[in-house]
């Protein structure tokens, strides 16, 4: 613990020190690394220090020493973030979390489960399967990430199309603010009526990326799991017919609780990894998830199926039995660790663009692929319109992640081109700081700033992240006009 | 202004409110801080959401900025100007065999999109389904600055920026005038029936454990004069089953006329909304109370609104009146609404009136009313 070199720094790591003790403060290379960035590992930094927090009271603790001692926070929970939104900084505290990881009650008659902000997302739907009940929002990582992320993130998963993101399924949340005069506070956003007095806080604090506060306790809503399921799974022999089946689906009258796309390479990567029964012949594949009341579930199987067949689909099967179901699901959970396995290194995009310009960015991310010379694999919520082109490259080749940047900017700004968003589900952290640039005017971007200056008027929380400063807008701007 | 403003005619009318807006910004600049009155515009529609808390006479006029902008039926999505009469696009919708996402009341026929936004006002369907504000994609508004600015967008999931587009919702116009809105559409339900049953009182407990059951095909719960009523939406067959199951009356209910305030039972002196936490119950008179969304939203007609607040604020919950006398609400969080009214308006040229009787009473300068718990 007393590795730490700043001797600026010692009074503020002595007070520190008096509330996380222990090993709840750690302090140098060898301690901090585990912590350096999130789950988009080509952005890594040491932090000043990481205090571990296991309860509200340590989190305003840490809020309020780095108010008195000008020292800025990051935040962050279980780190599975893609946008290293939760990397530290060089003369900043990690304000960890995860320790807190607590169901504290679960109301199944409410349907309501009010949670510390560690919980892994994961363990609330665990919690609440003897009743029936499960929390909707499902990200890849569920098994790992935290709901305190989900909240900061807005995290999606491949059940929204159905059932919302983050912020439709979160009643209230506990928030440390950083405002003005009342740094340290604790206050409730949200509640447990369906409506409240005053502007929509919680709203505003989802997505807001541990940028306008810190998270403490999140009551989260619950769902009745559905009485039936069904899964299908379509092959297609081109990404296009694929991409136009989806459109085609919803057009039919129907909102699959989830319709996810994976590509040939994407295929091969995750039947390679966990045997999920895909079909390596086809170049791209649906999994298609209805569920429901039985006979609207039946209804609309046969709507689908009628669809498929008559979008091009090469097969169309439909699980036969929970345990093929969960095979599938498993293969598409898997995927960025499946293509994880075939290249050093892989970054993920997340653009979201309107349902019937799919297949359209599907191709141009394969003619910008071949440009800078990387391999791209899609595994993605095609529901939604949420691509997530996995660019696959060696970080240890000089120029790798140069051209892995610049691929991931053409992409996202081919979406903005589009009608769509440089994100959907994962944030803008420092990857897609740039993009915003793009996606918003001056106007808009200074009415961001004043936002955050309102509320986190003493830049502790996150700061530099998410909104870009007009320096870097104008510089971004003039080296893209450069470009052509 | 030498254009004539057709109030029926689909009309672009941004530009020109913008600089109204810098107008009344300019106006303000010269002025002392404590100099009042200051100018200031009244934002509005047609005046139909009264009672819902927007303004009736609009100096700031959205009504005649109107039209659909964008509207692609298998994108589930439409974009329309704010002055547009919800009733034009609900027929437009119903052309293509959709409807909004969320159930959004209407009071009459000429209430606007951009007043459904404002006024944040969810229909029956808000327990069971989803939010107006979860139906919300993005929206274009007038800053106080008097800035054009959108945020949001037309796509399903979006995390780009901070969400200042679902913070209009339900912010009366205190933040910015909506110039339009991106709403997320649904297939238009394939059947809807109504079920009654004759329920005493205090039996409802009961009940809301059964149509827990009932989802996801339950999208009404009303409780009204000794008969609760059912809705029972989505694929025929489905709904029948149901039906059948159930027993009860199947008599019809006017749905509509609940989701727009427009039951007889609304016609009270006296009408104030309580909202509780889900299964609590408040003592009212019988004949007194309409009971929605599972026991969490109850209409009270001619009661004392003092005591109704008290007992709501006891149970969690918070009274909002809506025709006699007013109770005053203040959110958690005061400073936060004030730190982020100055960020979107620093001159508070936006409904003033409203933003202190609704979001910030100035009665207590240091913002400290009700704030949440310290450490």
């Given at each position: 613990?007393?590795?730490?070199?700043?001797?600026?720094?010692?009074?503020?790591?002595?007070?520190?020190?008096?509330?996380?003790?222990?090993?709840?403060?750690l302090?140098?290379?060898?301690?901090?690394?585990?912590?350096?960035?999130?789950?988009?590992?080509?952005?890594?930094?040491?932090?000043?220090?990481?205090?571990?927090?296991?309860?509200?009271?340590?989190?305003?603790a840490?809020?309020?020493?780095?108010?008195?001692?000008?020292?800025?926070?990051?935040?962050?929970?279980?780190?599975?973030?893609?946008?290293?939104?939760?990397?530290?900084?060089?003369?900043?505290?990690?304000?960890?979390?995860?320790?807190?990881?607590?169901?504290?009650?679960?109301?199944?008659?409410?349907?309501?489960?009010?949670?510390?902000?560690?919980?892994?997302?994961?363990?609330?739907?665990?919690?609440?399967?003897?009743?029936?009940?499960?929390?909707?929002?499902?990200?890849?990582?569920?098994?790992?990430?935290?709901?305190?992320?989900?909240?900061a993130?807005?995290?999606?998963?491949v059940h929204?199309?159905?059932?919302?993101?983050?912020?439709?399924?979160?009643?209230s949340?506990?928030?440390?603010?950083?405002?003005?005069g009342?740094?340290?506070?604790?206050?409730?956003l949200?509640?447990?009526?369906?409506?409240?007095?005053g502007?929509?806080?919680?709203?505003?604090?989802?997505?807001?990326?541990?940028?306008?506060?810190?998270?403490?306790?999140?009551?989260?809503?619950?769902?009745?799991?559905?009485?039936?399921?069904?899964t299908?799974?379509?092959?297609?022999?081109?990404?296009?017919?694929?991409?136009?089946?989806?459109?085609?689906?919803?057009?039919?009258?129907?909102?699959?609780?989830?319709?996810?796309?994976?590509?040939?390479?994407?295929?091969?990567?995750?039947?390679?990894?966990?045997?999920?029964?895909?079909?390596?012949?086809?170049?791209?594949?649906?999994?298609?998830?209805?569920?429901?009341?039985?006979?609207?579930?039946?209804?609309?199987?046969?709507?689908?199926?009628?669809?498929?067949?008559?979008?091009?689909?090469?097969?169309?099967?439909?699980?036969?039995?929970?345990?093929?179901?969960?095979?599938?699901?498993?293969?598409?959970?898997?995927a960025?660790?499946?293509?994880?396995?075939?290249?050093?290194?892989?970054?993920?995009?997340?653009?979201?663009?309107?349902r019937?310009?799919?297949?359209?960015?599907?191709?141009?991310?394969?003619?910008?692929a071949?440009?800078?010379?990387?391999?791209?694999?899609?595994?993605?919520?095609?529901g939604?319109?949420?691509?997530h082109?996995?660019?696959?490259?060696?970080?240890?080749?000089?120029?790798?992640?140069?051209?892995?940047?610049?691929?991931?900017?053409?992409?996202?700004?081919?979406?903005?081109?589009?009608g769509?968003?440089?994100?959907?589900?994962?944030?803008?952290?420092?990857?897609?700081?740039?993009?915003?640039?793009?996606?918003?005017?001056?106007?808009?971007?200074?009415?961001?700033?004043?936002?955050?200056?309102?509320?986190?008027?003493?830049?502790?929380?996150?700061?530099?992240?998410?909104?870009?400063?007009?320096?870097?807008?104008q510089?971004?701007?003039?080296?893209?006009?450069?470009?052509? | 202004?030498?254009?004539?403003?057709?109030?029926?005619?689909?009309?672009?009318?941004?530009?020109?409110l913008?600089?109204?807006?810098?107008?009344?910004?300019?106006?303000?600049?010269?002025?002392?801080?404590?100099?009042?009155?200051?100018?200031?515009?009244?934002?509005?529609?047609?005046?139909?959401?009264?009672?819902?808390?927007?303004?009736?006479?609009?100096?700031?006029?959205?009504?005649?900025?109107?039209?659909?902008?964008?509207?692609?039926?298998?994108?589930?999505?439409?974009?329309?100007?704010?002055?547009?009469?919800?009733?034009?696009?609900?027929?437009?919708?119903?052309e293509h065999?959709?409807?909004?996402?969320?159930?959004?009341?209407?009071?009459?026929?000429?209430?606007?999109?951009?007043?459904?936004?404002?006024?944040?006002?969810?229909?029956?369907?808000?327990?069971?389904?989803?939010?107006?504000?979860?139906?919300?994609?993005?929206?274009?508004?007038?800053?106080?600055?008097?800035?054009?600015?959108?945020?949001?967008?037309q796509?399903?999931?979006?995390?780009?920026?901070y969400?200042?587009?679902?913070?209009?919702v339900?912010?009366?116009?205190?933040?910015?005038?909506?110039l339009?809105?991106?709403?997320?559409?649904?297939?238009?339900?394939?059947?809807?029936?109504?079920?009654?049953?004759?329920?005493?009182?205090?039996?409802?407990?009961?009940?809301?454990?059964?149509?827990?059951?009932?989802?996801?095909?339950?999208?009404?719960?009303?409780?009204?004069?000794?008969?609760?009523h059912?809705?029972?939406?989505?694929?025929?067959?489905?709904?029948?089953?149901?039906?059948?199951?159930?027993?009860?009356?199947?008599?019809?209910f006017?749905?509509?006329?609940?989701?727009?305030?427009?039951?007889?039972?609304?016609?009270?002196?006296?009408?104030?909304?309580?909202?509780?936490?889900?299964?609590?119950?408040?003592?009212?008179?019988?004949?007194?109370?309409?009971?929605?969304?599972?026991?969490?939203?109850?209409?009270?007609?001619?009661?004392?609104?003092?005591?109704?607040?008290?007992?709501?604020?006891d149970?969690?919950?918070?009274?909002?009146?809506?025709?006699?006398?007013?109770?005053?609400?203040?959110?958690?969080?005061?400073?936060?609404?004030?730190?982020?009214?100055?960020?979107?308006d620093?001159?508070g040229?936006?409904?003033?009136?409203?933003?202190?009787?609704?979001?910030?009473?100035?009665?207590?300068?240091?913002?400290?009313?009700?704030?949440?718990?310290?450490?």
């Amino acid at each position: 613990m007393t590795q730490c070199e700043d001797s600026s720094m010692q009074a503020f790591l002595a007070a520190l020190r008096s509330v996380f003790p222990g090993e709840r403060l750690l302090c140098g290379r060898e301690n901090t690394s585990p912590f350096e960035c999130d789950a988009l590992p080509v952005y890594c930094q040491e932090p000043l220090a990481v205090a571990l927090a296991h309860s509200e009271h340590d989190v305003v603790a840490a809020v309020r020493l780095c108010h008195e001692f000008g020292v800025p926070l990051v935040s962050r929970g279980a780190g599975t973030g893609l946008s290293a939104g939760a990397k530290p900084l060089a003369q900043g505290l990690l304000l960890v979390t995860a320790p807190m990881n607590r169901i504290l009650d679960l109301d199944p008659h409410a349907m309501t489960a009010r949670v510390q902000p560690g919980v892994i997302n994961q363990q609330i739907s665990t919690a609440a399967a003897p009743h029936g009940l499960y929390y909707a929002p499902d990200p890849s990582s569920q098994i790992a990430c935290s709901i305190g992320g989900n909240v900061a993130e807005n995290a999606g998963g491949v059940h929204c199309l159905k059932y919302g993101v983050t912020v439709q399924n979160v009643l209230s949340a506990r928030v440390v603010s950083a405002a003005a005069g009342h740094v340290g506070e604790v206050l409730t956003l949200g509640g447990d009526c369906l409506s409240q007095p005053g502007y929509d806080l919680l709203a505003l604090v989802h997505g807001s990326e541990g940028g306008l506060g810190v998270i403490t306790e999140v009551t989260v809503k619950l769902t009745p799991l559905p009485e039936k399921t069904h899964t299908l799974m379509a092959d297609f022999d081109s990404v296009r017919t694929a991409a136009d089946a989806v459109s085609a689906i919803v057009r039919a009258g129907v909102i699959p609780a989830a319709l996810e796309m994976m590509d040939k390479l994407a295929i091969s990567a995750t039947e390679a990894f966990c045997h999920a029964g895909y079909n390596l012949e086809a170049a791209a594949i649906l999994l298609i998830d209805l569920d429901g009341h039985p006979l609207e579930v039946d209804a609309e199987l046969a709507v689908v199926e009628q669809v498929l067949s008559a979008s091009g689909a090469v097969q169309v099967q439909l699980a036969t039995d929970t345990l093929q179901r969960a095979r599938w699901w498993k293969g598409r959970k898997s995927a960025f660790p499946a293509i994880g396995r075939l290249s050093p290194d892989y970054y993920c995009i997340d653009g979201t663009v309107p349902r019937h310009r799919i297949g359209e960015v599907l191709e141009a991310t394969a003619r910008f692929a071949d440009q800078y010379r990387l391999r791209v694999a899609n595994v993605f919520h095609a529901g939604d319109g949420n691509l997530h082109p996995i660019i696959m490259f060696d970080g240890s080749e000089p120029d790798a992640l140069e051209r892995t940047e610049k691929l991931a900017a053409d992409i996202l700004e081919y979406c903005i081109s589009v009608g769509g968003t440089i994100t959907g589900e994962h944030g803008v952290g420092i990857e897609k700081i740039n993009q915003m640039a793009v996606q918003f005017t001056d106007a808009e971007l200074e009415q961001f700033r004043a936002i955050k200056r309102a509320l986190d008027p003493f830049q502790l929380l996150n700061p530099d992240k998410q909104i870009p400063t007009l320096a870097r807008c104008q510089e971004y701007r003039a080296l893209r006009h450069a470009r052509g | 202004m030498d254009e004539i403003i057709n109030p029926s005619k689909d009309q672009d009318y941004s530009e020109r409110l913008a600089a109204q807006v810098r107008e009344c910004y300019s106006a303000n600049m010269g002025l002392e801080a404590a100099e009042i009155p200051r100018p200031h515009l009244v934002v509005g529609g047609n005046g139909s959401r009264v009672a819902l808390g927007l303004p009736g006479d609009a100096t700031l006029a959205i009504g005649a900025h109107r039209g659909v902008i964008d509207y692609q039926p298998e994108e589930l999505t439409l974009r329309a100007r704010a002055g547009t009469p919800l009733s034009e696009l609900e027929a437009l919708l119903i052309e293509h065999n959709q409807s909004f996402a969320a159930e959004i009341p209407q009071p009459c026929a000429t209430s606007t999109l951009g007043g459904a936004i404002a006024s944040g006002w969810d229909g029956p369907s808000r327990a069971f389904g989803m939010a107006l504000r979860d139906s919300l994609l993005g929206c274009r508004l007038i800053n106080g600055r008097g800035e054009i600015v959108n945020f949001g967008g037309q796509v399903m999931k979006n995390v780009a920026g901070y969400d200042l587009a679902r913070l209009q919702v339900g912010a009366l116009g205190t933040l910015g005038a909506i110039l339009d809105v991106t709403l997320r559409l649904q297939p238009r339900t394939e059947h809807m029936a109504s079920v009654s049953f004759e329920v005493p009182r205090d039996e409802l407990g009961r009940w809301w454990r059964r149509t827990r059951e009932l989802r996801p095909l339950l999208t009404g719960t009303c409780y009204l004069d000794g008969r609760l009523h059912l809705r029972i939406s989505g694929r025929a067959v489905a709904v029948q089953d149901l039906i059948t199951q159930l027993g009860g009356d199947t008599a019809d209910f006017d749905w509509a006329s609940l989701a727009n305030l427009q039951l007889p039972f609304f016609c009270g002196e006296r009408l104030a909304c309580v909202h509780l936490p889900r299964y609590a119950q408040i003592p009212v008179r019988a004949g007194q109370a309409l009971i929605e969304w599972e026991g969490a939203r109850v209409w009270v007609r001619d009661g004392d609104h003092h005591a109704l607040a008290r007992e709501a604020a006891d149970l969690g919950g918070f009274v909002q009146v809506l025709r006699g006398p007013v109770i005053s609400v203040q959110a958690d969080a005061p400073e936060w609404h004030r730190a982020l009214r100055d960020a979107l308006d620093p001159q508070g040229l936006f409904n003033p009136v409203l933003f202190r009787s609704r979001f910030y009473s100035s009665a207590d300068p240091s913002g400290r009313l009700g704030q949440g718990v310290g450490h």
